[in-house]
């Protein structure tokens, strides 16, 4: 069951159609943190700056786990037995598929925007070429 993350406007993610609920705000600043990097492993210590600046709590380390704990509870579905948020040696890595992030979808988008509009840049060049002299 494909996921969905919007991060163009309000951090949300969506599964079927259906709100998936992402807990509360430094939560939802690691996985944006994780979204913006998808398939790179990011350190726990640069995740907590993210998330906490220069100056994290004495307890980031055991927060970050509880809201990687509860990252993976909401975003890993039992039909899909890949887990979507793994602990690697560099850190962790949040596994995306292609498609599911917005961000990917306006960039394809616009790819193909530019692309139908290509043959068209040379008739207007022409046209104002011919404008000018």
Known sequence: MPLHFDLLGPLTASRD??????GSTKQQLVLAA???RPGEAISANELMT????????A??????????RGLRQALDC?????????TTPGGYLLRVEPDERDVDRFDAAAARGRAALAPNYVKVARVSGRAAS
Not at 17 to 22: A, H, I, M, T
Not at 50 to 57: S, T
Not at 59 to 68: C, E, K, Q, V, W
């Open 17 to 22: 159609g259906r709100p998936v609920p992402l």
């Open 34 to 36: 994780l979204l913006l």
């Open 50 to 57: 993210m998330v906490w600046g220069d100056q994290p709590p």
């Open 59 to 68: 307890s980031a380390a055991a927060n970050l786990r509880t809201y990687l």
């Open 78 to 86: 039992a039909a899909d037995e890949r887990r979507r948020i793994l």
